[in-house]
């Protein structure tokens, strides 16, 4: 990457920082000597102020080093992972303004002394090379905080949805293909067409695929069901009625992320299409008369599906924008996961976590997701009824649990829908929503202690459960992470009772 300008920035004011607090000087020392307010310096220091070439050559001379060395963007002791650092990409994309933060407030974060800093930053970047932690799964973390900040709910979206509805005089149930695919094709001059997934496999994952130009090509994966082909013809008119940005060509989803903003946008268009297809104040009448119910029952839920014709996962998500938004169900948390038949691995695909609590979230590849939690009992009941052919290959299977996790014993109200993945034949998605049943949850929900709905003691996964083969029945591993974790504790008992010249424990 180029130095760029904020690079300088950054570099410089590593460098002021780090040798003011080498000799000792405060802030309001060094601006005196230098003929600069102090909150001028702290602008330099923050990285959000480069000054003209007469203050930094005060500044050099009451720091006592050339002007060369000060302003040059190589470092001495060549603490390259600093640069490294001020170079990255997370410097260059991560949206720090969501969080009420600039770049140059991690400066405060890195060591003042070079050769430590330089360790320091190295460290950071080992862990995430071998951990790998890339930027767009950083990108997607930090979407996920945004969320959270905001309970997952955006009125502004909402509003705009709303607005489209009441100007075309549509309803707010459903919204037909038809009606949007005209809009596009008429109103906008897109050309809508599904024959290049037919003849180019490596794009048979992609749902959709943007073209721009004079007349706009929108390419439709053939094997979408009608609600999800509803689904990208609503997201199309997002980025319409929204004027929100887009590349010329964009895949859908997309294959990398590159910026936040282009997450940000992606999820602003499809969040405007789930508003587009479930209105949130109809859902909202409708959620508080499922959630009313005396008794769980799963039709319920594929009843709520059939009222606004959409999938099982778009019901969760608006669930997830809907209950904290409107009937102030906040602590909740959504999973979706892929599992290919005949595997024995589950892969978390995407959460959003508002409960405040630990659980669930992703792991490793090496480990086992917990073989109880309902969403890999109904993936397995789903991958078995495909194999035999018992099934139609678009039922979605609902099932509820109460799950507590161990060794805590937090709870949860688990709901999951399972169904094929239309793109993937050899693959099936399941979607869960938990919902953390403190006392705000026990009043809303009527149906929380229906004795019908299993309840049982849940794992992370089996490398970290402390549940025994004889208490858990579908164990595939050995507690090794939990095993070596309790290990270490008694080493430092051990070690602690030396120190004090107590008893050594056996």
Partial sequence: MSVTPEIIRFILAFKVRNLRQ????????LAQRAGMSVSYLSEIENGRKFPKADKLIQL?????????????P???DEPDGVTAFFRSELIKEFPFDLFGMEAGDLLGLIPPNPAKASAFVETLFEIGQTHDV?????????????????????????????????????GPHQVLEEELRDVLEVEHGYVIEEEAFRTIDLLAKRRAIYIGGNRPRLLVNPRLSRPQRTFVFARELAFRTLDLPREQTEAWPAIRTESFDQLLTSFK????????????????????RFLDQESWDPRS??????????????????????????????????????????????????????????VPRAVGSSEHYCQRWTTTRL?????????????????????????????????????????????DDQSTSCVTLGFLMDDTFRERVRFWDDPSVRSQKVGLTCERCPLTFEECEARRARPLILEREQREQREREVLEQLASGGPVPS
Wanted: net charge neutral; hydrophobic share 40%.
């Fill in 379 to 423: 993936l397995q009941k789903y991958d078995g009824q495909r194999s035999w052919g018992t099934m139609p290959p678009t039922y979605p299977l609902i099932s509820a649990q109460r799950a507590y996790f161990v060794p805590d014993n937090v709870g949860f109200f688990v709901i999951s829908a399972a169904q094929p993945v239309e793109t």
């Fill in 269 to 288: 268009a499809s969040y405007f299409a789930g508003c587009l297809l479930i209105d949130g104040d109809e859902f909202a009448l409708a959620l508080e």
């Fill in 22 to 29: 080498q000799r000792g000087t405060s802030v309001t020392e």
């Fill in 60 to 72: 050099a001379k009451a720091l006592g080093v050339g002007y060369e060395e000060l302003v040059s």
């Fill in 74 to 76: 190589l470092m001495q």
């Fill in 134 to 170: 890339q930027m767009d799964r950083s990108l997607f973390t930090a979407l996920c905080s945004y969320q959270r900040l905001n309970s997952n709910y955006f009125g502004d979206l909402e509003d705009a949805a709303a607005a489209y509805r009441r100007e075309r005089g549509w």
């Fill in 301 to 358: 839920f594929l009843d709520l599906m059939s009222a606004f014709h959409v999938t099982s996962a778009m019901i969760a998500h608006r669930m997830t924008e809907i209950l904290p938004g409107k009937l102030g169900l906040k602590k909740l948390y959504f999973m979706r996961f892929h599992h290919r038949l005949g595997s024995d691995r589950y892969e978390m695909r995407k959460l959003l976590n508002m409960t405040g609590m630990p």
